[in-house]
RNA sequence: GGAGAGGUGGCAGAGUGGUUGAAUGCGGCAGACUCGAAAUCUGUUUUAGGGCAACCUAACGGGGGUUCGAAUCCCCCCCUCUCCGCCA
């Protein structure tokens, strides 16, 4: 969410940041915010007006011990007025609020002044590339998904039987490297000092609302209709709302975790894309990093984390590249971005395999999450970040491709896997 | 799922209609005493909105209601705990 003060206080210089990503519009919200405060100021009146009188007729009791004393009664009758009044104005405040409420919650986060002018992905900045001598040379690979049918680790078909399309099921070896890849991640990120959780899966509407997957991208999500409770997106979500509504102390940051969970995306709106294979299914897993920080460093934290989810990628040895994301690219909630992507030989390019953001006090503002110093006044929002470390699935697919032998039937294992799976080959 | 108890400031814990934004204790901070520390004493210590400011307003799980006035009374919801049932 955006600061309405900040939005009140420059609204050209917002205006021209949130042009960046597109068509948004702050003059709605600067009206109702003008409207709001005027009746706020007329009712807070009406309020003082009422506690004076509330006050003097328990004085008056008091003193001439008759409730019912002409006086008193003169005074009830003008706290009643004062409350018909307070009636009328009250339900238009908060309307006003909640409509004010409303359109703050459906703006995105301003892209950040480092963000690199664009409007989509063909705006994007490639930053670095690694690992290009890892790049397959031999143009016959298979792709993954048929690698791993004929396999038998990866079954597409009775999945759909099971669930529906877009799902896979993991078999013998498979569901052995998919657990491999999931404890080996996390154990090089506990390592580097994330604090590793298993957090809920099942996460309520206000916790989805303060990350910003609501109230815009509903369609998105899985929902558990009986329960307000949703599948969780991402474990961004139950990791930063770890700490919704708490003032913590500025000693406690930098706050660093790291946590598996499945990820259940309803990939509306992509029907016709990545129809095959692991790339892109309703459940997956991930292994995810996530970082509440002081704002003096959340610029260096951003990049330490990026380094942090670079590291799986060079420990296994697969070709990638960092790509900046361009302002009309951006996530809702972030402020600045970097997608890590993989060398996917089936696809002959590089493919989003990790996504890194620097949300600052956009998801802490929604969800009240701050910090005090000590000695200081007031309280602070924290800053947020979040990136993969990585996309587990995205990570076999990579594997299984760029690590399969000239024979078209066996996959070496990275070297850095093979004490998780005590074999060289699958 | 059934029965009961309860949700108050950083924590503990008072408060059942009228200077209670909230006693008291602990913790925190500042000061005094001390060479320094402990102990002791004194003061201080929630958050948010509005206003140039003085200042005003709101908040005792959330939302409604009664009343001139609600932490206190009424209704609905949420959560926690205990016992029973069920279950991994």
Redesign the pocket.
């Known amino acids: 969410m955006l600061?309405?003060?900040q939005i009140?206080e420059n609204p050209q210089v917002v205006q021209e940041l949130l042009n960046r990503r597109g068509n948004y519009d702050i003059q709605p919200v600067l009206q109702l915010?003008r409207e709001?405060?005027k009746l706020?100021?007329m009712?807070?009146?009406?309020?003082?007006?009422?506690?004076?009188?509330?006050?003097?007729?328990?004085?008056k009791?008091?003193a001439l011990g008759n409730?019912q004393a002409p006086e008193?009664e003169a005074?009830?009758?003008?706290?009643?007025a004062?409350?018909v009044q307070?009636?009328e104005l009250e339900p238009q405040e908060?309307d006003l609020r909640t409509q004010i409420e409303a359109l703050l919650l459906s703006l995105p986060n301003l892209p950040s002044d480092s963000t690199p002018v664009g409007r989509n992905e063909d705006d994007n900045v490639e930053v670095r590339r690694w690992g290009e001598e890892y790049i397959p040379s031999n143009p016959n690979l298979l792709p993954h998904w048929e690698l791993g049918e004929s396999l038998g680790i990866l079954n597409f078909e009775r999945s759909a039987k099971v669930a529906q399309s877009r799902f896979v099921t993991l078999m013998g070896v498979g569901a052995a490297l998919e657990r491999a890849l999931i404890q080996f991640m996390l154990d090089r990120q506990v390592a580097a000092g994330y604090v590793e959780v298993i957090p809920p899966f099942l996460i309520n509407t206000q916790s989805l609302t303060a990350t910003g997957q609501l109230p815009k991208f509903a369609e998105e999500s899985f929902k558990c209709d009986q329960?307000?409770l949703w599948l969780t997106p991402t474990a961004e979500v139950p990791l930063v709302n770890l700490y919704r509504d708490e003032?913590l102390a500025a000693e406690d940051l930098p706050i660093y975790h790291c946590a598996y969970t499945p990820c259940f995306r309803r990939e509306a709106g992509s029907y016709g894309r990545d129809t095959r294979g692991l790339i892109r299914l309703h459940q997956f897993n991930k292994v995810e990093l996530v970082k509440l920080v002081h704002p003096t460093t959340s610029e260096s934290e951003h990049q330490k984390l990026v380094q942090d989810a670079e590291a799986i990628l060079q420990a296994l040895q697969l070709p990638y590249r960092v790509v900046e994301l361009c302002s009309g690219d951006l996530g809702f909630s972030a402020a600045k971005t970097y997608d890590l992507e993989v060398w996917l030989p089936s696809s002959g390019k590089y493919r989003e395999i990790s996504s890194c953001s620097n949300c600052q006090d956009f998801q802490a503002r929604r969800g009240?999450i701050?910090f005090?110093e000590?000695?200081k006044?007031?309280?602070?929002l924290v800053h947020t970040l979040n990136g993969s470390g990585l996309a587990v699935g995205r990570t076999m697919a990579a594997i299984l491709e760029n690590y399969q032998q000239s024979d078209g039937k066996t996959v070496r294992i990275p070297a850095a896997l093979q004490p998780y799976l005590q074999r060289e080959f699958l």
Do not use: F, H, M
């Open positions: 600061d309405i003060k009140r915010d709001q405060r706020e100021g009712r807070s009146q009406l309020q003082a007006k009422s506690n004076e009188i509330g006050r003097l007729v328990g004085q009791i008091k409730p008193i005074l009830r009758q003008e706290g009643n004062i409350k307070l009636s908060k329960d307000d003032i009240g701050r005090k000590a000695g006044k007031g309280t602070q």
